[in-house]
């Protein structure tokens, strides 16, 4: 069955399996309809349709929404909804594939802080320190932890900046610090647990996205900050370290912690240290078994990895080697390529999708005051975002032409290898949360209208309008391996050939050389660069913007 619905007293409990079918959307529609409390469960589905999203959020208050597919989890989370997640892949014991370490403290903390440096092991982990500290402090806590290690570089994260392995991360003063996929974020929200940065937004963040390979340490300080995170961490299989109180002055956080009953060890800083010496594993299979694992993947699937860079494969495959809790490498390989569901899910995990709205505004100052006016002469306008994700840039740009009164002659091409991060773009709502940031980004950017116009609001979260939707042509592409889809006056393509090797990135600028009108205009990230290639000439080498030779 598609749909499975009964009641029980006056509960409707709804079972959904498959809305590919618009008969079966009509079906959960008509079912939503029911006046009393409902309990809905999508099994196995990654994205439902933007009419359920819509339906679901006037019904809020009185649905229980399950899931047991991560990626539906965390998009309808992001939109404001709470999901009760049951984990396909958790048995009752967890297992540590350590590769990210958070350890959050307050008061008293940086002792603690610096004996944890001073005795880690030497590996690949990335590590980071959250230290509750008000907004206008100029932290040096980044300087004080690289006299006590040689073996890690230590560094206070950046927006939009890369997770590097053997690096150690702090967390800026009046910024809360996420991450999606393999970078670090930045959010200017409000105050949790009266703290920003919040140890929970960051327990929260690194658990969602890495799982069992993540390890929260919570040290001494006053508060409650963490606590109110670890039962989803507990979900998440992440192993969660408290310092024993007794060992602190400041020992309110970590009482608070213990009330929840939520983790796994209660250790001195020694213990800890030695904790994370024993869990550490340098590696679970070798470069040469991953190499052939990606041969086969490509004969059962078609989809060819061979060519991207090696440390981000591996860190991805290693994050789903971990979930999966398999024997061996061999175990893995089979389960993967046997089971296209189990594929789908780690093929999620090697794509990273991050961006937001405007990201590095300065970069679409220049696009808006000088090379989208440009495209003024020409009667139809063809713009192709390659890689993009969910959807903020092509929007972004979108929002820009409307502005310059550019648009209504504009078509955008946005594209990418992700079929469900593309349709969740086709949705084109994002969350109220992030709303503050598209804003600041939106005006540091040059805009200069009300923003609020672009959007349908429903409270937790934002809908982008039809009128910039419409000129946006979303579908999928593959760079590697696809042809030129057409002629462009610009192309943007930003942080998606970091990923690649330098072969397969010359043969992306060749396509994109191919696919650029006479003198048409190239947008690269802020890691990439085109100022040695002699087909491309540098517009503007800070801001990676790059113009077509003939």
């Known amino acids: 069955m598609n749909v499975i619905s009964s009641i029980n007293g006056n509960i409707l409990k709804i079972i959904v399996q498959n809305l590919k079918n618009e008969l079966y959307i009509n079906e959960v529609l008509n079912l939503l309809m029911y006046e009393n409390e409902i309990e809905i469960s999508f099994l196995n589905l990654q994205i439902i349709p933007q009419e359920i999203i819509l339906k679901l959020n006037k019904i809020k208050s009185r649905t229980k929404i399950y899931t047991n597919e991560s990626v539906l989890k965390s998009y309808l989370m992001y939109l404001g909804f709470k999901v009760i997640y049951e984990n396909r892949y958790k048995d009752n014991k967890k297992t540590l594939h350590l590769q990210y370490i958070v350890v959050g403290g307050s008061a008293g903390s940086l002792d603690k802080f610096i004996e944890i440096v001073k005795n880690l092991p030497k590996s690949n982990m990335s590590i980071f320190f959250i230290m509750h500290q008000r907004a206008d402090n100029i932290s040096s806590l980044a300087s004080i932890l690289q006299t006590y290690t040689k073996d890690y570089k230590v560094i206070q994260a950046q927006a939009d900046m890369r997770i590097e392995e053997a690096c150690i991360y702090t967390a800026p003063a009046g910024k809360h610090l996420i991450v999606s996929g393999s970078y670090i974020l930045l959010s200017d929200e409000k105050k949790r647990n009266y703290s920003k940065p919040s140890i929970s937004t960051s327990f929260d963040s690194f658990s969602n996205e890495y799982k069992n390979t993540f390890l929260a340490i919570l040290v001494c300080g006053y508060g409650a900050d963490g606590s109110d995170s670890l039962e989803n961490l507990d979900k998440n299989s992440s192993t969660i370290i408290i310092e024993d109180p007794k060992d602190c002055e400041a020992k309110a956080i970590l009482e608070n912690a213990i009330k929840t009953n939520y983790y796994d060890h209660i250790y001195n800083i020694e213990d800890i240290s030695k904790f994370i010496k024993n869990n550490y594993q340098k590696e679970y299979f070798t470069n040469e078994e ?125 594209t990418d290898l992700n079929e469900i991060i593309l349709k969740n773009a086709k949705n084109a709502f994002y969350s109220k949360e992030n709303y503050n940031l598209f804003l600041k980004n939106y005006y540091k950017a040059g805009g200069d209208e009300s923003f609020s116009q672009y959007f349908n609001d429903y409270g937790t979260f934002v809908e982008v309008k039809d009128e910039i939707k419409e000129k946006i042509l979303f579908f999928r592409h593959n760079l590697v391996a696809d042809a030129k889809i057409n002629d462009f006056q610009l192309i943007f393509c930003r942080n998606v050939l970091i990923y690649f090797n330098p072969k397969l990135k010359e043969q992306v600028f060749n396509l994109f050389h191919e696919s650029l009108d006479s003198y048409g205009f190239l947008v690269l990230g802020e890691s990439e660069f085109l100022d040695t290639n002699i087909k491309y000439k540098t517009i503007d080498k800070n801001n990676k913007i790059y113009k077509r030779k003939i």
């Not at 494969?313 to 994050?319: M, P, T």
């Not at 080697?321 to 490498?329: M, P, T, V």
Request: with cysteine.
């Open 290 to 414: 991953l190499s052939l694992f990606l041969e086969k993947i490509y004969k059962v699937y078609g989809y060819d990895y061979s060519n991207y860079n090696i440390k981000h494969i591996k860190r991805r495959v290693d994050l789903f080697y971990s979930i999966l809790k398999a024997k061996n490498f061999k175990d893995f390989e089979k389960t993967i390529l046997t089971n296209k569901n189990i594929f789908k899910d780690l093929f999620l995990n090697i794509s990273v999708n991050v961006t937001t709205f405007y990201r590095n505004p300065e970069v679409f100052k220049k696009l808006k005051e000088e090379i989208l006016p440009k495209l003024d002469s020409f009667m139809d306008i063809k713009i192709w975002c390659a890689g993009c994700s969910s959807g903020q840039e092509p929007y972004s740009i979108a929002i820009f032409l409307q502005e310059l009164g550019l648009l209504n002659r504009s078509l955008i091409y946005a």
